[in-house]
């Protein structure tokens, strides 16, 4: 049982974790053990996330902890190295699973599962999520409310035609007739703009698709004529970007340049945000700050973090809460109060005020993001705040 000890302890923090009772020298500790091995990371995101652990209490009770273990790495995905290990080795590892479900980390089961079960009740003065809401501004400067225009061809553009496709995006083609002989060497550019409440999806000429998340704008060329293609984005956006060896793809923000060849990654460069966040998921991207001092190159599963024009690289990075309002969900992990609620503005269109002195909380637990606002606010009163919707102002009491 000696042998346990070490994973019993890890596992206390764990739970100490999520209930967000670790003192500075505890956290220290669990970030050693988190950076040690990628799989303690992986398994502590699994543990986190997973519905399922809770069905091996039984078989764990009756001893038959193999079978328990087993079934752990098949829910969770934990399973790298599990052939190179002996079974016995890893046990430890289910020692502290069932160590942090006896010390009643159960609530965040129920929070993980509570999109499923509550049911979409409205009450008349609740806030509704956010949709598919965007302005196209053209190189004219007019303008085209993307929720209201209909499918198909919405402009043209030089020799690009701009077309609304049947799920809603906005695609740039390829303008086969148009004439050739106008001034086409001349770029022009346009732009996506998301208000709060909004989020759209795009096809730029390159066939790069971009998801905007809200309050957020991208502007880009109608076609990308150069000897690279160029875009700037305020707020947030996911990139798949074609891939096109000759042609460098760089997405300027406020405060740094991402290059990229051919890849999938999220950036969060929120102006009320303290850092710009890089996740990486496919290929590799070099981040530089705009004044040219710090660059840095990430690969996948890392993030590069912007603060006071240093950049840093989190290697382990948390990629799923990166990029889960690009799949519908809200996704906190040991997120702060002032954070989700800035998310929660932006989606939900609201002010946020605080009365009292609001306690410094953290919270995990996901939910989708097309509920109202209320079922949010389930997750938040775990630490006794008080949510009050007041027209389109969420008051914070303590």
Request: charged share 25%; proline share 3%; with cysteine.
């Amino acid at each position: 049982m000696n042998n346990y000890q070490p994973y019993f302890s890890t596992g206390e923090l764990i739970a100490k974790h999520l209930r967000g009772e670790l003192t500075t020298a505890e956290n220290e500790q669990l970030e050693q053990w988190l950076q040690s091995d990628p799989q303690n990371r992986e398994l502590f995101n699994k543990l986190s996330d997973s519905f399922l652990i809770n069905d091996q209490l039984e078989v764990y009770a009756s001893n038959n902890k193999e079978e328990a273990w087993e079934n752990i790495v098949s829910k969770t995905g934990y399973k790298t190295n599990v052939k190179k290990r002996n079974l016995k080795q890893l046990m430890p590892y289910a020692a502290a699973v069932f160590l942090l479900l006896a010390a009643g980390i159960t609530a965040n089961r129920y929070l993980l599962k509570k999109e499923e079960r509550m049911p979409l009740a409205v009450h008349p003065t609740d806030l509704l999520p956010g949709g598919n809401k965007a302005i196209l501004k053209l190189a004219d400067g007019s303008e085209i409310a993307l929720d209201d225009s209909k499918k198909g061809q919405i402009a043209r553009q030089q020799n690009v035609l701009i077309a609304k496709t049947e799920n809603g995006q906005v695609v740039y083609r390829a303008d086969d007739a148009a004439n050739r002989s106008l001034a086409s060497n001349i770029i022009q550019y346009n732009a996506i703009i998301t208000p709060r409440g909004g989020q759209y999806e795009l096809v730029l000429p390159d066939g790069t698709k971009v998801w905007l998340n809200a309050a957020s704008s991208l502007r880009y060329p109608t076609t990308f004529s150069g000897a690279d293609r160029r875009v700037e984005l305020t707020g947030e956006a996911y990139f798949e970007v074609a891939k096109n060896a000759a042609k460098p793809f760089f997405v300027k923000t406020s405060t740094q340049t991402v290059e990229v060849l051919g890849t999938h990654f999220n950036i969060n460069s929120y102006a009320d945000e303290k850092e710009a966040k890089t996740t990486l998921l496919e290929g590799s991207v070099k981040v530089s700050c705009n004044t040219g001092k710090s660059f840095v190159k990430i690969a996948p599963g890392q993030q590069a973090v912007n603060s006071l024009n240093e950049i840093n690289i989190v290697r382990n990075a948390d990629v799923d809460e990166a990029i889960a309002w690009k799949n519908g969900k809200f996704l906190f992990r040991n997120t702060d109060l002032q954070t989700i609620m800035r998310q929660l503005s932006r989606w939900y269109d609201v002010d946020v005020e605080y009365q009292g002195q609001v306690p410094e909380r953290h919270y995990r637990g996901r939910i989708s993001r097309n509920v109202p606002v209320s079922q949010v606010f389930e997750i938040l009163k775990t630490s006794g705040l008080n949510f009050t919707i007041n027209g389109r102002k969420i008051i914070v009491k303590a």
